[in-house]
């Protein structure tokens, strides 16, 4: 009786299906294997150990023209990172309100970047995966609405994209860490982008209300507050603070000569996140189905140096005395809660460049087989660390 239950729900949704709307099925795949080539060594979720999930995914994407210019898309990934655990990544209904004009609502892409709206799909780009040091936020997508116009400045195609949403959910601050919650509230924003022939350019700027609970800082900013120095605390803790991000970039794509370059900022004000520049310049030359490049990146985090030394050494006691500002008012060999304060904005500073080379065959009109070799170097510990990456990307 379940079985012949289960069938006629089954057979009920097809028939709905199909009178009311055409359902289109795509797909797309990465199979990455890689690892580090030193002992002891770890990047982009690998170590000395040769990982066949760390990168590898799988992904649907179902599409649905309802008539009368209203649409719906959802997109199912399967992460080897996350056990395979398939997730929806996309889920929006968009209405064509006419030529030039479309909104959309649901979850999406936050358009952060120029590769933003298929980051997942590697085939759609020559590197095993996109220049860390930029594309490194640790989520993509927000729920909200976005308003697309496309048209023409003369010879010039031009696509405005407007977003309005929130974003909530668990993040990971670093490799091994707890997940931190983020929360991102009145996340609004504008992305433009121009192409003429074999050139295109883009800007994105987008602001955002955010809070990550931080809880690596939650002794210190306890202690503070103890001592009464809420503004030294707040000014540590990143709770709905006013953040933003900006980007810019081009790219040219001139017979076999390719060349993309992007650069970003980001600043969440009076927090403990550094403020963070990021660029990355990439060149390639396709020979037949085969296509070279060489990229360079850089990443630099740092808070300014006028944050340095605000909290007191000391404040006034009862009857005159003074009273050290220490982390343990207990312990006389307690450090003062300037220096593990600075020691905290110090600590945030990070300054990288890579460089990679890589080469990508395409082998098959749906699928490419590409290798990349990254070397990272962390200019603050002078630690150079080695990326071998072999994939094979499919569209289906």
């Known amino acids: 009786m379940k079985k012949r239950l289960l069938a006629a729900v089954?057979?009920?949704?097809?028939?709905?299906?199909?009178?009311?709307?055409?359902?289109?099925i795509n797909g797309f795949a990465s199979i990455v294997a890689g690892q580090t080539l030193d002992d002891d060594t770890r990047l982009y979720g690998y170590d000395d150990d040769i990982s066949y999930k760390n990168e590898s995914m799988?992904?649907?994407?179902?599409?649905?023209?309802?008539?009368?210019?209203?649409?719906?898309?959802?997109?199912?990934?399967?992460?080897?990172?996350?056990?395979?655990?398939?997730e929806f990544e996309w889920a929006?209904?968009?209405y064509q309100i006419n030529d030039d004009l479309k909104v959309s609502g649901g979850k999406m892409r936050i358009p952060f970047y120029?590769?933003?709206?298929?980051?997942?799909?590697?085939?759609?780009?020559?590197?095993?995966?996109?220049?860390?040091?930029?594309?490194?936020?640790?989520f993509s997508t927000y729920e909200g609405l976005n308003l697309l116009h496309s048209t023409t400045l003369g010879d010039w195609d031009s696509t405005t994209q407007l977003i309005y949403g929130s974003f909530s959910g668990r993040v990971p601050s670093a490799a091994g860490a707890t997940p931190e919650q983020v929360e991102l509230n009145d996340l609004a924003g504008i992305n433009w982008t121009i192409s003429y022939d074999w050139f295109s350019a883009r800007a994105a700027y987008i602001v955002a209300e955010t809070t990550i609970s931080a809880s690596s800082?939650?002794?210190?900013?306890?202690?503070?507050?103890?001592?009464?120095?809420?503004?030294?605390?707040?000014?540590?803790?990143?709770?709905?603070?006013?953040?933003?991000?900006?980007?810019?970039?081009f790219s040219i794509d001139y017979d076999n000569f390719l060349f993309d370059a992007e650069y970003t900022e980001i600043e969440v004000e009076n927090s403990l996140?550094?403020?963070?520049?990021?660029?990355?310049?990439?060149?390639?030359?396709?020979?037949?189905?085969?296509?070279?490049?060489?990229?360079?990146?850089?990443?630099?985090?740092?808070?300014d140096s006028n944050r340095l030394n605000t909290v007191p050494v000391s404040i006034s006691g009862p009857n005159g005395t003074v009273i050290p500002v220490s982390l343990d008012p207990t312990n006389a060999n307690s450090p003062l809660l300037r220096d593990v304060t600075n020691q905290v904005l110090l600590g945030a500073k990070q300054e990288s460049s890579t460089v990679s080379v890589g080469?990508?065959?395409?082998?098959?009109?749906?699928?490419?087989?590409?290798?990349?070799?990254?070397?990272?170097?962390d200019d603050i510990t002078d630690q150079d660390i080695d990326v071998l990456a072999v994939a094979i990307d499919l569209v289906f």
């Open 273 to 303: 996140l550094p403020d963070q520049t990021q660029y990355y310049a990439s060149v390639g030359y396709r020979i037949d189905d085969w296509t070279v490049h060489l990229t360079y990146e850089n990443n630099d985090d740092e808070h």
């Open 217 to 249: 800082v939650v002794g210190l900013t306890a202690a503070l507050n103890g001592y009464g120095l809420n503004n030294q605390a707040n000014s540590l803790l990143i709770s709905e603070d006013d953040g933003a991000f900006f980007g810019l970039g």
């Open 359 to 377: 080469a990508r065959y395409d082998f098959h009109p749906s699928a490419a087989l590409k290798v990349d070799l990254s070397r990272y170097n």
């Open 58 to 86: 799988f992904a649907l994407q179902l599409s649905s023209d309802l008539q009368d210019r209203l649409s719906a898309t959802a997109q199912i990934v399967a992460r080897g990172n996350e056990d395979f655990d398939a």
């Open 92 to 94: 929006y209904v968009s």
């Open 114 to 138: 120029r590769y933003s709206d298929f980051l997942d799909v590697g085939y759609a780009y020559r590197w095993v995966r996109p220049p860390q040091s930029v594309y490194n936020f640790a």
């Open 10 to 24: 089954v057979s009920l949704a097809c028939i709905s299906l199909n009178v009311q709307a055409e359902i289109r």
